[in-house]
């Protein structure tokens, strides 16, 4: 390669993702024969319903399913959505104008990002938080300014704290509840509080909201306060939900203005999903009903954080038994000097890949994140695996 070709500035300022480094290793010791259990990432192993990939096939085989499809989503995928925050969070949305399909929530954040931000500008990030709010700020040239979630408040902002904060140049507020990484719960008195200080501070609120059906009950929308839509933005992901991480299908729900600048973006970076993804995406969002629901997202991940909870005890970490959400969040043993220091140990002594949670920000150093995206029997051999090696 040519001595004087140098790649942009901007890959200064960000590492490879952690996931994307890590499975590397992972992969290594796989291939020597270690048999790695992941505990870590939190990709649904069960499959999407029956009726969803029926879908997908059915509109695949049709010889005129494969051209270009509409950047703002088919009418079909956008009236299903709009009926699906109808039906679970009882909030109205106008699916021709207030609903916009993206190809993964995580795509959201970069058309976001770039729909209200200058170089220069600030957003606000959770400390803990999902890494992608502050690599992609970082890459687009945008000021990451950190606010805390403490444990002691549930995980939930600290509005003193935010009050007090310089909020010139701020124009996003990266927020999510059900928060991952902490499984902190989503309340109404937060959202209330958050849709408040955006429209008092000229600030749009981003709520990141894929987890609201896992372990989970009551399904809470940032939306469903009175005048949210005209300062907030709610993102939604089929992913967890719909046990579809692969298919990549998510939404942007905010008022018809917001939506109209953030498809500005989009339709000048990707041409459309598959006309079959959309429609299957469409049949899941219809057909997968309370009875589906249930036995997908609470029932099976009820029975699998019961055996994250003993090894979490096993590894003598503390955790919130209230926590919602695909994973289980611990502080770790006060005699590791950090959560890396432990989760090395559990790799390479009993075999067995958990997140530390220093890559969630400096007020997760002392947590683990393990997922409860593995079969029971699996974590069943990472916890016998866990007590044989005394850890």
């Known amino acids: 390669m040519a001595s004087n070709i140098k790649p942009a500035e901007r890959l200064s300022l960000v590492q490879e993702y952690y996931f994307s480094r890590k499975l590397k290793e992972v992969a290594r010791l796989n291939a020597e024969g270690h048999d790695i259990i992941s505990l870590a990432i939190g990709s649904p192993d069960m499959p999407p319903s029956p009726q969803t990939v029926e879908r997908l096939c059915e509109v695949a085989r049709r010889p005129d399913s494969h051209g270009y499809q509409p950047t703002m989503g088919t009418p079909e995928l956008r009236e299903a959505m709009a009926a699906f925050y109808q039906r679970w969070y009882g909030v109205n949305v106008d699916s021709a ?3 916009l399909p993206l190809i993964g929530s995580k795509e959201g ?60 140049r701020v124009k996003l507020l990266w927020t999510n509840y059900p928060n991952m990484p902490t499984g902190g719960r989503a309340r109404r008195a937060t959202y209330e509080r958050l849709a408040d200080f955006a429209r008092r501070h000229g600030i749009v609120v981003v709520n990141d909201n894929p987890y609201s059906f896992i372990l989970s009950e009551e399904h809470l929308s940032i939306m469903q306060i009175p005048g949210a839509k005209d300062c907030c933005i709610e993102l939604n992901s089929m992913s967890k939900s719909h046990n579809m991480p692969g298919w990549r299908v998510g939404m942007c729900i ?34 997968n009903d309370e009875t589906w629901h249930r036995k997908a997202n609470i029932e099976t991940y009820r029975q699998r954080r019961v055996v994250a909870e003993e090894i979490m005890t096993a590894l003598g970490c503390q955790y919130d038994a209230n926590q919602v959400g695909m994973f289980l969040w611990g502080r770790i043993p006060d005699h590791y000097a950090n959560a890396e220091q432990l989760t090395e140990r559990i790799l390479h002594e009993a075999r067995v890949f958990i997140t530390p949670g220093f890559i969630f920000g400096s007020r997760g150093e002392r947590y683990i994140r393990m997922s409860l995206c593995a079969k029971q029997e699996k974590m069943q051999e990472a916890l016998e695996r866990i007590k044989s090696n005394n850890i």
């Open 97 to 99: 104008s207030e609903v």
């Open 109 to 168: 954040i970069l058309h976001l990002t770039l729909a209200f931000c200058n170089p220069g500008d600030r957003v606000l990030v959770p400390n803990p938080g999902y890494p992608t709010y502050t690599s992609l700020s970082k890459i687009l040239g945008t000021e990451v300014v950190n606010y805390d979630l403490l444990e002691q408040d549930g995980w939930q902002p600290d509005f003193e704290q935010l009050e007090q904060m310089d909020l010139s």
């Open 254 to 287: 905010a008022n018809r203005e917001f939506i109209s600048w953030i498809l500005k973006v989009k339709s000048n970076i990707d041409s459309g999903t598959f006309r079959g993804l959309q429609l299957a995406a469409a049949e899941a969002l219809t057909t």
